[in-house]
C-alpha cells in the first residue's frame, strides 16, 4: 500500500537552531515524520528572532524565515540550563528515532544527549549533529554565521571576476542549499540503514566540509595539481559568447550561454546578424572564445534593446540556453514557470492568517508528501509530554510553573 | 557484502543506473559513496564532463577531467547508444532490474526512445526514476534549454552577487547543477525508502531553477514579507557580514549581534584602539548601524597587518566571529582539515598514482563514507555489467559490433 506520507511513524527530535538545522529536518517533517522542535521561550536568538517579520507584527511566530524552515513540525519550550528539563529530553529521546542538533560541539554531551550517552539507552538511536566545522579537530570550537562556510570553504574565493576580489553573495548561501541537503541525505542513507538492519549510528556532518563538496573539481585541481582554479566571472568553461549582459530597463540583465555550433547559428538568427558566421573572429568555437571580448559587446548591443523577459524568450525560442536574471520579487510574481510548480504556496497560520513558504525542487508523484504550517511557539507542550512521556495536565501545569516548560 | 574488514554501507544492495552528465552527476556521487552500486552510463563519445577542465597536470585528454573524475567517484561504468534501438533495448533490460536510474537526457528524451515512467514502471513497479532537468518536467519553460549560468539566473542568485549597479555574478563553481543534484539525491532517497517499504517505485520530477529558487530563500523571504528586494553589495553583505582585507587575503566577519559587538569593543580595548566605543550613546539601538561602521573601522588596519588564519584564531579565542577566506590551495594545507582526516587517497592505477580527493560532506559511525573506486574510464564496465544481465559473450561481441555501446 503506498502511502502519502513514507516516514509516518518515525520521530525526530530536534535541537538545531539556526538555519541549515532546519531546513534539513524540514524535509523529513514534510514526508511524514514526526520533528519535535526543542526551542525556548525565553532565549531569543535563532530563526524566531530573525528578519523578516510582517511590519507591526513582530512575534516569535512571525518570522518568515521560521516559517519556512520549519513547515509541518511541532514545538515545546524548555529551559535546557535546568537538570529536569534535560532529563526530560533524554527521556523524550528514547521515544524517538533520531536526534538532530547544530551547536558547536560539547553542548549536546553537556545535556547528556550525545551519542555516547543516549546510545545506551536507545541501541538503534541515530544521532546527528552539523556544527560549523565538525565535532573534532583543532577549530572545533569555531562559531560562525551565514558566510562562514562559505568563506571556509573555498567557494567565496571562486566567487567574482578575475579581475576584482572575491565576493560574497548577499545570502548565506551554505544555510539554504549545500548544508540542508547534505545533512538530509546522510540522515536518509542512515535510516535506510537502520530500517534494513536495526543499527543506529552517529552522524557528524561539518558545514565547511558539506560546503567544500559543491566545488570539489577545484578543490581536486588544488590537491592533485597544486594550482588555484581561477574566478572565471561568469564564464562557463569556454563557451563563447557566456555571460549576464545587460537589458533595457533600471539593474535588468539576462544570461546566455552557447555551447554549440547549433546554437550560435541560432543566436546569430535571432539577433540579425547572420554575418556574424562568417565573420573569421567568430568562425569556430576557438574563434569566439579568442575574440569574446568583441563578441560580448555585439551580443550586449542586441540585449540593450530589450527587456529581460523578451529576450529570453525570443532566444528560448530558437534553442538558445537564456534566462533573465531574477530578483527575489520576480521570483515570487515574475516566473512562470516556478508559477506553474508552484514553488511558493501559501497555508493557514492562527497568528498570522495565511504565510508563504518555498517548495522542495522534487516532486514526488506517488508520495507527494503534505504542505503545512511551521508551529507556533510551544504550540505542542502540552501533547508532547502528555502523549510521549506520560505526564498529566497537573504535571505539565507544575512544570511550566517550575519554569521548566518555559 | 559486509566483510570482518570493510564496514557496512548504508545504501548496500542499492542499484543505481546513472544516465546524467555535468547536471546531475554528483547526485549518483552522493548515493555511490554511500554504498549505492552505481553504474554510469555514458554515450560511447563519452560524457561532457569528460570535455570539462580542470585537467590532471593540464594535460586535456577525457580520461583526465578532474570534473569527471570528481563527479564519478565509487561508480562503474559503460556507455550505450541511445540513438541504436539495440541500445535502447538494453537500457530497458537493466532498468527492469535497477531500483534508481537517474537521468538528465532532456524533457521527452526517454519517452521518446520508449522508456517513459509509466513503461518503465510497467517492467519494473519499484523503479525510481529521478529526471533532473532545467526547470522541471512540465510548463511553460519544460522546452527551454538551460545550463548552470541560465539556472542561476532564472533561480534568483546571481542577482545576489556582484557590486551595486555592476552585472550580476554567479557563484563560483557550477552551483546551478550542484543544488539541483543534492535536491535530486534527497528526492531519490525519500522515494526509495517509500519503495522499499511499499514496492512502489514512482518518477521523482526535479528542476535546477526551482533548486536554485529554494536556496535563495533568505533573500525571497524579503519579497514575501516587506516587498523588500535585497540587493548585491559588494563585500558588505550588511545583514550577514562583510569580508576585511589582511595581509595574505580576507577575513570574513560578522558584527550583527550585539554579544559580538561588545567582544570586539574588549579587542579593540586590549589594543589600545578602542577609541569612544566604551560610550553608553552607542548602546542605543537607533546607533547600532553606525555602531557596526565605527568598530568596522578601527578593526580593519587591525587585521590588516595579521595572516588571515592568524586573524581568525585571535579573534574565535575571543569568540568574534572571523573565518578565513580560504582559497581552494589553502585546504590541502589546512590543520583542521588535516586532523579531521578529511581528505580521501584513491588509487588511480592507469596512472600509478594515489590522488587525494576532498573527503565526504559527513562522516557516518556505522557506515562510513567512502570512495569506493576512482571514476571509471570510457566503458570500463560494459561487458561486466552486461554479462550481469546474462548476456553470453558473443552476444554481448555482436552488440558491440551492431553499435549498441
Redesign the interface.
Same mark, same amino acid.
Given at each position: 500500500?503506498?502511502?502519502n506520507l513514507? %516516514?509516518e511513524g518515525i520521530r525526530v527530535l530536534d535541537f538545531s537552531w539556526v538555519?541549515a538545522g532546519p531546513?534539513a529536518t524540514r524535509?523529513l517533517a514534510d514526508?511524514g515524520a514526526e520533528v519535535i522542535v526543542v526551542e525556548s521561550g525565553k532565549r531569543s536568538g535563532g530563526l524566531r528572532g530573525q528578519?523578516?517579520?510582517? +511590519?507591526g507584527r513582530e512575534s516569535p511566530n512571525t518570522s518568515?524565515?521560521f516559517n519556512?524552515?520549519n513547515t509541518n513540525k511541532l514545538s515545546i519550550t524548555v529551559d535546557m540550563n535546568l537538570p529536569r528539563a534535560q532529563e526530560l529530553m533524554r527521556q523524550l529521546a528514547t521515544r524517538c528515532d533520531v536526534v538532530v542538533d547544530n551547536f558547536r560541539p560539547g553542548i549536546m554531551a553537556r545535556w547528556g544527549l550525545a #551519542?555516547d550517552d543516549l546510545v545506551k539507552v536507545k541501541p538503534d538511536i541515530i544521532v546527528a549533529s552539523m556544527p560549523m566545522?565538525?565535532s573534532? &579537530? +583543532?577549530?572545533?570550537?569555531?562559531?560562525?554565521? &551565514?558566510?562562514?562556510a562559505?568563506?571556509?570553504?573555498?567557494?567565496?574565493?571562486?566567487?567574482? %571576476?578575475p579581475e576584482?576580489?572575491?565576493?560574497?553573495?548577499?545570502?548565506?548561501?551554505p544555510?539554504?542549499? !549545500?548544508n540542508p541537503?547534505? %545533512?538530509?541525505?546522510?540522515l536518509?542513507?542512515?535510516?535506510?540503514?537502520r530500517?534494513?538492519?536495526g543499527?543506529?549510528?552517529?552522524?557528524?556532518?561539518?558545514q565547511m566540509?558539506?560546503t567544500?563538496?559543491?566545488?570539489?573539481?577545484?578543490?581536486?585541481?588544488?590537491?592533485?595539481?597544486?594550482?588555484?582554479?581561477e574566478?572565471t566571472?561568469?564564464r562557463? &568553461?569556454t563557451a563563447a559568447p !557566456?555571460?549576464? #549582459?545587460?537589458c533595457a530597463g533600471d539593474?535588468r540583465? !539576462?544570461?546566455?550561454?552557447v555551447?554549440t555550433t547549433a546554437?550560435w547559428e541560432a543566436l546569430c538568427e535571432v539577433m540579425e546578424h547572420a554575418e556574424w558566421r562568417g565573420d573569421p573572429r567568430f568562425r569556430t568555437a576557438a574563434d569566439r572564445w579568442a575574440n569574446r571580448a568583441a563578441l560580448d559587446a555585439a551580443v550586449e548591443a542586441w540585449t540593450t534593446g530589450l527587456d529581460p523577459r523578451t529576450a529570453?524568450e525570443r532566444l528560448?525560442a530558437a534553442?538558445?540556453?537564456?534566462?533573465?536574471?531574477?530578483?527575489?520579487?520576480?521570483?515570487?510574481d515574475n516566473? +512562470?514557470?516556478?508559477a506553474?510548480?508552484a514553488? %511558493?504556496f501559501s497555508v493557514p497560520h492562527p497568528e498570522m492568517g495565511q504565510i508563504?513558504a518555498?517548495?522542495?525542487?522534487?516532486?514526488?508523484?506517488?508520495?507527494p &508528501?503534505r504542505l503545512g504550517r511551521a508551529p507556533l511557539l510551544g504550540e505542542h507542550n502540552e501533547d508532547v509530554f502528555g502523549r510521549l512521556l506520560g505526564l498529566s495536565r497537573q504535571e505539565i501545569t507544575d512544570l511550566v510553573a517550575e519554569g521548566i516548560i518555559a | 557484502m559486509a566483510t570482518a574488514n570493510i564496514p557496512p554501507a548504508a545504501l548496500d544492495g542499492l542499484r543505481v543506473l546513472d544516465l546524467t552528465d555535468l547536471a546531475g552527476m554528483y547526485c549518483g556521487k552522493l548515493l555511490a559513496d554511500l554504498g549505492a552500486d552505481v553504474v554510469l552510463i555514458e554515450p560511447p563519445t563519452g560524457a561532457q564532463a569528460r570535455r570539462m577542465g580542470p585537467y590532471l597536470d593540464d594535460l586535456i585528454d577525457p580520461e583526465r577531467s578532474l570534473t569527471f573524475w570528481y563527479l564519478n567517484t565509487s561508480k562503474r561504468g559503460m556507455t550505450l547508444d541511445l540513438d541504436q534501438p539495440d541500445g535502447v533495448a538494453l537500457l530497458g533490460r537493466l532498468a527492469a532490474q535497477a531500483d534508481v536510474l537517474i537521468e538528465s537526457r532532456g524533457v521527452g528524451y526517454l519517452a521518446g526512445r520508449g522508456l517513459s515512467y509509466a513503461a518503465l514502471a510497467a517492467a519494473n513497479p519499484r523503479l525510481v526514476l529521478t529526471s533532473i532537468s532545467p526547470f522541471g518536467q512540465t510548463g511553460p519553460y519544460a522546452a527551454y534549454q538551460g545550463g548552470d549560468l541560465v539556472q542561476q539566473a532564472l533561480g534568483g542568485l546571481a542577482w545576489l552577487t556582484g557590486f551595486a549597479g555592476q552585472p550580476p555574478v554567479k557563484l563560483g563553481g557550477t552551483q546551478g547543477f550542484e543544488v539541483a543534484a543534492q535536491q535530486a539525491a534527497v528526492g531519490t532517497l525519500i522515494a526509495v525508502y517509500a519503495a522499499e517499504t511499499t514496492g512502489q517505485g514512482q518518477h521523482v520530477d526535479v528542476s535546477s531553477q526551482e533548486a536554485v529558487a529554494f536556496a535563495t530563500q533568505p533573500a525571497a523571504h524579503f519579497a514575501t514579507t516587506t516587498g523588500e528586494v535585497l540587493r548585491r553589495n559588494g563585500n558588505d553583505y550588511a545583514r550577514y557580514g562583510v569580508s576585511l582585507p589582511c595581509r595574505d587575503g580576507f577575513v570574513a566577519a560578522s558584527f550583527n549581534r550585539a554579544d559580538v559587538r561588545a567582544r570586539a569593543v574588549e579587542w579593540l580595548e586590549d589594543e589600545g584602539q578602542v577609541g569612544d566605543l566604551r560610550d553608553p550613546k552607542w548602546q542605543d539601538t537607533e546607533a547600532t548601524t553606525e555602531f557596526r561602521r565605527q568598530i568596522l573601522r578601527r578593526i580593519t588596519p587591525l587585521v590588516a597587518e595579521r595572516t588571515k588564519l592568524d586573524t581568525a584564531v585571535e579573534a574565535q579565542k575571543r569568540k568574534i566571529w572571523m573565518t578565513p577566506v580560504n582559497t581552494t590551495l589553502d585546504l590541502p594545507n589546512d590543520p583542521h582539515l588535516r586532523a579531521r582526516n578529511y581528505f580521501a587517497p584513491v588509487e588511480h592505477d592507469a596512472l600509478g598514482r594515489v590522488i587525494e580527493y576532498p573527503g565526504g560532506p559527513y562522516q557516518l559511525s556505522a557506515t562510513p563514507w567512502r570512495i569506493r573506486r576512482r571514476a571509471p574510464l570510457l566503458g570500463e564496465h560494459t561487458v561486466a555489467v552486461l554479462r550481469e544481465l546474462g548476456l553470453a559473450d558473443a552476444a554481448i561481441q555482436a552488440l558491440g559490433q551492431a553499435g549498441a555501446f
Open positions: 500500500m503506498a502511502t513514507p %516516514f538555519a531546513f524535509f514526508f528578519a523578516p517579520m510582517p +511590519p518568515t524565515f519556512s524552515a #551519542y566545522v565538525g573534532t &579537530g +583543532p577549530f572545533r570550537h569555531w562559531g560562525g554565521f &551565514g558566510t562562514t562559505f568563506s571556509l570553504s573555498g567557494m567565496l574565493e571562486l566567487t567574482g %571576476f576584482s576580489e572575491p565576493l560574497a553573495c548577499a545570502i548565506p548561501f544555510d539554504s542549499s !549545500c541537503t547534505h %545533512f538530509a541525505v546522510a536518509l542513507a542512515a535510516l535506510r540503514h530500517r534494513r538492519t543499527q543506529g549510528q552517529w552522524i557528524d556532518a561539518s566540509e558539506s567544500m563538496a559543491a566545488i570539489g573539481p577545484a578543490i581536486l585541481q588544488a590537491l592533485a595539481n597544486g594550482t588555484q582554479a574566478r566571472g561568469n562557463e &568553461g !557566456c555571460g549576464i #549582459y545587460r539593474d540583465w !539576462c544570461a546566455i550561454e555551447h546554437q529570453t528560448q534553442g538558445v540556453p537564456a534566462g533573465a536574471v531574477n530578483d527575489s520579487q520576480d521570483l515570487v516566473d +512562470p514557470q516556478l506553474h510548480r514553488h %511558493f508563504t518555498q517548495n522542495h525542487a522534487f516532486r514526488l508523484a506517488a508520495t &508528501g | -
